[in-house]
């Protein structure tokens, strides 16, 4: 009986491995701040470790990790990437599930989380850590005929609603990263799906939304979390908006590819 369980687990490992060392076909950069890292489920800096069903882990879905190795994916996605903060549900897991019951013919999905709670979009300029960070994984993600990046989920800015200066030179600076970006993974039409703010300060937030719902850039598509649950500090979103927009950024995903010359090839 010992031998034979052995065998098993000696099997699934195996079968892992082959996944994980497969092409990763469909890869995708998440990044901003902590309601991209994902706090649902997290209150006084404790995560009540509840995973709903639309976050499972999947064994095509894997996540390159803070060591740049492909594992497979689990909640909380970010928790060794923005090791300051105790992470909880974000949007990722619930987006990859859905993108592969949406297409059924997608094969594995590489989750890139780069988020980090509390910054500002100056923070993710050209030099910066955190640029220097997302590029650096970006590539990683991709040495070894991985696979090709698909899009970057973007969820940042709460951090620049506090102030009028931030929020008035937010769109500047948020398209000048995207094209940065863009030119230094070395993909000019990369997608990118950001999340217009659910939640901000009390008198400049609806800057900052305007400047993500009208970014003026090709290929940016927004998807508007205002409206979704949030939790008790009225910041972050609760686990189940977080299942909700990874379903919403899915089906801008989708609705984009069908509608540009873009394509999947399963």
Same mark, same amino acid.
């Given at each position: 009986?010992?031998?034979?369980?052995?065998?098993?687990?000696?099997?699934?490992?195996?079968?892992?491995? +082959?996944?994980?060392?497969?092409?990763?076909?469909?890869?995708?950069?998440?990044?901003?701040?902590?309601?991209?890292?994902?706090?649902?489920?997290?209150?006084?800096?404790?995560?009540?470790?509840?995973?709903?069903?639309?976050?499972?882990?999947?064994?095509?879905?894997?996540?390159?990790?803070?060591?740049?190795?492909?594992?497979?994916?689990?909640?909380?996605?970010?928790?060794?990437?923005?090791?300051?903060?105790?992470?909880?549900?974000?949007?990722?897991?619930?987006?990859?599930?859905?993108?592969?019951?949406?297409? /059924?013919?997608?094969?594995?999905?590489?989750?890139?989380?780069? +988020?980090?709670?509390?910054?500002?979009?100056?923070?993710?300029?050209?030099?910066?850590?955190?640029?220097?960070?997302?590029?650096?994984? +970006?590539?990683?993600? *991709?040495?070894?005929?991985?696979?090709?990046?698909?899009?970057?989920?973007?969820?940042?800015?709460?951090?620049?609603?506090?102030?009028?200066?931030?929020?008035? /030179?937010?769109?500047?600076?948020?398209?000048?990263?995207?094209?940065?970006?863009?030119?230094?993974?070395?993909?000019?039409?990369?997608?990118?799906?950001?999340?217009?703010?659910?939640?901000?300060?009390?008198?400049? *937030?609806?800057?900052?939304?305007?400047?993500?719902?009208?970014?003026?850039?090709?290929?940016?598509?927004?998807?508007?979390?205002?409206?979704?649950?949030?939790?008790?500090?009225?910041?972050?979103?609760?686990?189940? /908006?977080?299942?909700?927009?990874?379903?919403?950024?899915?089906?801008?995903?989708?609705? *984009?590819?069908?509608?540009?010359?873009?394509?999947?090839?399963?």
């Amino acid at each position: 009986m010992a031998k034979s369980m052995a065998l098993l687990m000696i099997m699934a490992l195996c079968d892992f491995t +082959a996944i994980a060392n497969s092409q990763v076909k469909n890869i995708f950069l998440l990044a901003g701040q902590s309601n991209m890292s994902g706090l649902g489920g997290v209150v006084k800096n404790i995560w009540d470790g509840i995973v709903p069903p639309e976050c499972s882990p999947n064994p095509a879905i894997l996540k390159l990790d803070a060591n740049l190795q492909w594992v497979e994916a689990t909640e909380p996605l970010h928790a060794d990437i923005d090791v300051n903060v105790t992470c909880g549900i974000g949007p990722g897991m619930p987006f990859a599930n859905s993108l592969l019951n949406k297409t /059924s013919c997608l094969g594995i999905v590489g989750l890139v989380p780069c +988020a980090m709670a509390g910054n500002k979009i100056s923070e993710w300029q050209k030099g910066t850590f955190l640029y220097n960070q997302l590029v650096m994984r +970006a590539k990683a993600s *991709t040495v070894q005929e991985y696979g090709v990046i698909r899009a970057m989920l973007w969820y940042q800015g709460e951090s620049d609603t506090m102030s009028q200066s931030d929020a008035n /030179s937010y769109k500047e600076k948020m398209q000048k990263f995207f094209t940065d970006l863009r030119n230094d993974v070395g993909i000019p039409e990369l997608l990118i799906i950001q999340v217009a703010l659910a939640s901000g300060g009390k008198h400049y *937030t609806e800057i900052v939304r305007e400047a993500q719902l009208n970014p003026d850039l090709a290929n940016v598509v927004t998807v508007d979390a205002k409206g979704l649950q949030l939790q008790k500090d009225n910041l972050h979103l609760t686990a189940s /908006s977080q299942v909700l927009l990874g379903h919403m950024m899915v089906d801008a995903f989708l609705e *984009t590819i069908l509608t540009t010359t873009s394509s999947i090839n399963c």
